[in-house]
T-cell receptor, first 112, second 110 residues
Framework: KAGVTQTPRYLIKTRGQQVTLSCSPISGHRSVSWYQQTPGQGLQFLFEYFSETQRNKGNFPGRFSGRQFSNSRSEMNVSTLELGDSALYLC???????????FGPGTRLTVT | SNSVKQTGQITVSEGASVTMNCTYT??????LFWYVEYPSKPLQLLQRETMENSKNFGGGNIKDKNSPIVKYSVQVSDSAVYYC???????????????WGAGTKLIIKP
């Protein structure tokens, strides 16, 4: 069974730009969660989608948004990038919210 | 409100046993997950402990309960960050919360 895939793996953007990250979950998984990981803040939950609906949301500004498609693939968008948005963005999929999550390798975003 | 606390860093020598604590507060019905992050590898599930499988779990209003993970005879390759995740089911509201601990960095000295 293929694992969670994320594209791109690395990204360099400048302040003020926007970025879209993509996540393909494990086949059959309908829940996709997004996380931001930084050395200073650790692992922080962004949001979770289940069957194309946002089910849970963390404490991030509205510049961070996401969506999920009918095939469970998910995208995360960050608009008006700031230097502090530089981080590893992780995607995790699971069969449902209460089940164990399987993580992708992450997208390393650098904002200059 | 729900919360999870973990020790920041633990350093031990190879061959030792180590206990990593996860102290949580739950207002619903909890499930605990342990994940491990090895350097340059994706987070992976270590274990899951659900209310049905644990005699120590009750329903609602659990405060500062510790559910540790123990590793015996550790090796240098066990060096990683270990995360505790609390899944809290609020059945009345049909809501499920996921609360992550900050992680424990385990360093094994040869």
């Amino acid at each position: 069974k293929a694992g969670v895939t994320q594209t791109p793996r690395y990204l360099i953007k400048t302040r003020g730009q926007q970025v879209t990250l993509s996540c393909s979950p494990i086949s059959g998984h309908r829940s996709v969660s997004w996380y931001q990981q930084t050395p200073g803040q650790g692992l922080q939950f962004l949001f979770e989608y289940f069957s194309e609906t946002q089910r849970n949301k963390g404490n991030f500004p509205g510049r961070f948004s996401g969506r999920q498609f009918s095939n469970s693939r998910s995208e995360m968008n960050v608009s008006t990038l700031e230097l502090g948005d530089s981080a590893l963005y992780l995607c995790a999929s699971s069969w449902a919210t209460s089940y164990e999550q399987y993580f992708g390798p992450g997208t390393r975003l650098t904002v200059t | 409100s729900n919360s999870v606390k973990q020790t920041g860093q633990i350093t031990v020598s190879e061959g030792a046993s180590v206990t990593m604590n996860c102290t949580y507060t739950s207002t619903g019905y909890p499930t605990l997950f342990w994940y491990v992050e090895y350097p340059s590898k994706p987070l992976q599930l270590l274990q899951r402990e659900t209310m049905e499988n644990s005699k120590n779990f009750g329903g609602g209003n659990i405060k500062d309960k510790n559910s540790p993970i123990v590793k015996y005879s550790v090796q240098v390759s066990d060096s990683a960050v270990y995360y505790c995740l609390l899944g809290d089911c609020q059945r009345r509201r049909s809501n499920y919360q996921l609360i992550w601990g900050a992680g424990t960095k385990l360093i094994i000295k040869p």
